[in-house]
């Protein structure tokens, strides 16, 4: 056995440095995030060289049966503004609701696209400078930083999820977002996001965390394990799993070994975060321990664990 922990690491890129110590650690940095969105290989890392696909991903979680699909697949830095904004969503939000009437609520309303029972009910929206943006994504806030917010939230708000609970059934945009006249950027995320906010289903992923990592592949990983694995909670990870859950396609032969190579390195980053300890353990598994905070309090409330204390641990994530 060999620990994957790095005991020498690159430091991190200065803005992300400063987002973690400066920015993020002023506000709670752990961001409520819908599980199954968490573990669904929606965002995933992305060739520069190679113009985007269609995004078409299809997952089951409990009863749900979960579809998302957009003109362009995205990317993990597509995920990192996603998280921003519900971040910045837990310190500073507003119901919105269909019968909201002011001209702000109702253009955001209208481009959520909400059908079905998501016609019902509130999604949250939360009003932040591009500025602030940038920083809880871990970058400066320069013109090109800013020029990639805005295609990550033109890419967000083209996304659509079509959701079926038995016979009934419902579709949304993943989000909709204006600027104002104050520059600022008003966001209204779907009602599915909207629950995992306050609560009523939600993993936690912690953004601080994420931007100390050196790769988008480990920033998929952590994402992935986040949403799976609870705090306090140790479990086996299989690789092949989570090559699966990261790239959401088959590989074989020199892409499979690209891969394969691509998440040990991402262990090696994740297990060398002091919230994490990372083994390597025969028959292609890791060993992952996701330690508690100081408040204790547990990471993850899915549907499928409206308790987490009435959930054991479970061994093995397959």
């Known amino acids: 056995m060999s620990k994957a922990a790095c005991s020498s690491r690159r430091t991190p890129h200065r803005a992300y440095q400063r987002a973690a110590e400066v920015g993020v650690a002023k506000r709670d940095s752990i961001v409520r995030y819908d599980p199954a969105l968490g573990l669904a290989p929606v965002f995933k890392p992305l060739s520069k060289s190679e113009p985007r696909g269609k995004l078409d991903v299809e997952r089951t979680h409990g009863d749900l049966k979960l579809r998302w699909r957009g003109p362009d697949e995205l990317g993990v830095q ?26 702000a609520a109702w253009e955001l309303w209208q481009g959520l ?25 871990g970058r400066g806030d320069g ?10 939230l033109r890419r967000l708000s083209e996304v659509t999820l079509w959701v079926s609970a038995g016979p009934a059934e419902a579709s949304s945009r993943m989000l909709s977002w204006i600027v104002g006249d104050d520059k600022k950027v008003l966001i ?8 995992g906010l306050t609560g009523t289903h939600s993993v936690q992923i912690d953004l601080a965390e994420r931007h100390q990592l050196r790769s988008t592949t480990a920033q998929a990983l952590h994402s992935r394990i986040s949403s799976q694995i609870r705090q306090g909670e140790e479990r086996n990870v299989i690789v092949d799993t ?16 690209k891969r394969q190579q691509r998440v040990h390195e991402a262990f090696n980053d994740v297990g ?13 598994r890791y060993s992952v321990k996701r330690h508690k905070t100081k408040s204790g309090e547990s990471a993850t409330a899915t549907e499928d664990s409206p308790s987490n204390r009435s959930r054991p641990p479970a061994p093995e994530l397959v």
């Open 78 to 103: 597509d995920e990192t503004v996603l998280l921003a904004v519900l971040l910045l969503a837990r310190a500073e939000r507003t119901s919105l609701t269909r019968h909201d009437e002011t001209s």
């Open 242 to 257: 989570v090559i699966a859950r990261i790239w959401g396609t088959s590989a074989t032969g020199a892409t499979l070994r």
């Open 188 to 195: 209204a995320v779907n009602r599915r996001l909207a629950e």
């Open 113 to 137: 696209q909400a059908r079905g029972f998501y016609d019902e009910g509130e999604v949250i929206m939360t009003t932040a400078s591009f500025s602030a943006l940038a920083e809880a994504c």
């Open 272 to 284: 060398s975060l002091p919230g994490w300890t990372v083994e390597r353990i025969p028959n292609g």
């Open 143 to 152: 013109g090109s930083s800013i020029k990639q917010i805005r295609e990550s």
